[in-house]
């Protein structure tokens, strides 16, 4: 039974990597076509105009992904009219860039579909023998969730390879807890083994030196099936549960964190773009581009782990445990007090 599990995994991941790999050179082609392209600026990394839309492929894949390997459901039929709509939004704005008003609009039509449409909701956590039942509270709490994920991969997406590998190694992080916890036959299981080859797919264009970028339609849409893979697998259940995709997205979502705290700080809008994200800092270290994605996919994947072992709770070594937070503790300090991500003095220093 296992074995027959793993040879379908290897299927669906080795189908949609495929159908990804060959499609994105076709994304490319229409990017330039409509010009969709990423123009360089002060706070670009790269210095010629690069085609976007990358998300386009990745959209072609898990389609037809789940044409061949997918059921159709209710909630299937919601994440697939979600997806589409902020597909949509996020070509739009890769071809004429949107307001951040206008870009929330899609965002939340998309999340109003999988809550609504779809009764994909966070309705209740467990702790410590008491459970917590959201009630209507599921609701704007699930939108929030939502538009938090496709927001944060957003943000992160600043190098070659950095969102779609973030994401990849989400998608594979699932795949090993759901193996672990005998969850091999569930709809959050077989969206995350078609994203898994989807990505993949388009990183191998992606990655330094990238020939196309994600654009929003890549980054938004991997944030939403993030969101929702997320609800699918550990709605419902003990709080522990609920932290692991937090604990996977924990470089994004620190990454986030520090942006909004040094705009707050600094009495900036929330939606202000600036040049001192994670990687803009460890570039500044002089780490170059390719290293400088390596590191942080090296930082994910030990979250990644932590957040596996946070799951498997007595069956891992308590002393390995608490020595995985403990790094990841330290790398986290030593990296704010290193950059001084959130001050002042780093903010004039890249103002000169």
């Known amino acids: 039974m296992l074995n027959n599990t793993i040879l379908y995994s290897f299927n669906v991941i080795l189908f949609t990597f495929i159908i990804s790999v060959l499609t994105v050179p076709i994304a490319k082609k229409i990017a330039i ?5 990423d123009m360089p600026n002060e706070r670009k990394v790269h210095t010629k105009p690069m085609p976007r839309m990358g998300g386009l492929a990745i959209f072609v894949a898990f389609l037809i992904g789940y044409m061949f390997f997918g059921e159709m459901t209710i909630q299937m039929n919601s994440i697939l009219i979600g997806s589409f709509i902020i597909l949509l939004t996020g070509i ?16 939340l039509l998309s999340a109003l579909v999988i809550t609504f449409y779809g009764e994909i909701l966070l309705n209740n956590i467990s702790f ?8 209507l509270l599921a609701y704007p709490i699930t939108l929030i969730f939502i538009i938090a ?34 969850r091999t036959v569930g709809l959050d299981f077989t969206i995350t083994l078609i994203m898994l080859g989807s990505t993949l797919g388009f990183l191998v264009h992606n990655f330094y030196p990238a020939k196309i970028f994600l654009g929003d339609s890549g980054a938004l849409f991997l944030g939403f099936i993030i969101s929702v893979i997320s609800l699918l697998g550990f709605k419902g259940t003990i709080l522990t549960s609920v932290f692991v995709p937090l604990l996977i997205l924990a470089v994004p979502i620190l990454d986030t964190l520090f942006a909004i705290l040094r705009r707050l700080f600094h009495h900036q809008k929330i939606s202000d773009a600036d040049k001192l994200h994670l990687h803009h800092q460890l570039l500044g270290m002089k780490f170059s581009h390719r290293n400088t994605v390596l590191i942080i996919y090296g930082v994910n994947i030990l979250f990644a782990i932590a957040s596996i072992f946070f799951l498997l709770g007595s069956e891992i070594n308590l002393y390995i445990r608490i020595g995985t937070y403990i790094i990841l503790f330290i790398l986290i300090f030593w990296f704010v007090n290193k950059t001084n991500i959130i001050t002042e003095k780093q903010i004039t220093l890249h103002k000169k």
């Open 149 to 182: 994920c496709m927001n944060i991969i957003n943000l992160i997406d600043g190098l070659d390879g950095l969102a779609s590998g973030i994401s990849s190694i989400f998608f594979m992080t699932i795949i090993v807890i759901c193996f672990f916890q005998g």
């Open 92 to 107: 739009i704005d890769d071809i004429n860039s949107l307001t951040p008003r206008d870009k929330l609009i899609g965002e």
């Open 33 to 37: 076509h409509v010009n969709a392209l």
């Open 128 to 135: 410590f023998g008491l459970n917590i039942e959201f009630g």
